[in-house]
């Protein structure tokens, strides 16, 4: 099984900044696809941010210009690089991974989730 493990959340203001870490641990074939989701209160869980194995990056329009996302293919890990953060960025952001454990045997994994909360 593949494990994934969020780190990097925390309280900032309005206009400041937060890095976020998902580490994958276990054995598996492939990383296909790495990114970042979050689900403020009442809403529904939504795209931030995705990476390919690749490099090819996807943002969803609200994080566009302000979030950076990247990996580390050998380290099998995601980061998300938030700037000029806004009150409505607050949420729990949960880590997302997919690929293959060996060929044949896709497999899709979340973290536990990280608290992001944005004062204003």
């Known amino acids: 099984q593949v494990q994934l493990v969020e780190s990097g959340g925390g309280l900032v203001q309005a206009g400041g900044s937060l890095r976020l870490s998902c580490a994958a641990s276990g054995r598996a074939f492939s990383f296909n696809g790495m990114g970042w989701y979050r689900q403020a209160p009442g809403k529904q869980r939504e795209l931030v941010a995705s990476?390919?194995?690749?490099?090819?990056?996807n943002y969803a329009d609200s994080a566009k210009g302000r979030f950076t996302i990247s990996r580390d293919n050998a380290k099998n890990t995601v980061y998300l690089q938030m700037n000029s953060l806004k009150p409505e960025d607050t949420a729990v952001y949960y880590c997302?991974?997919?690929?293959?454990?060996?060929?044949?045997?896709?497999?899709?994994?979340w973290g536990q989730g990280t608290q992001v909360t944005v004062s204003s």
């Open positions: 990476i390919t194995s690749g490099g090819s990056t």
């Open positions: 997302n991974a997919f690929g293959l454990l060996v060929p044949g045997a896709p497999f899709a994994s």
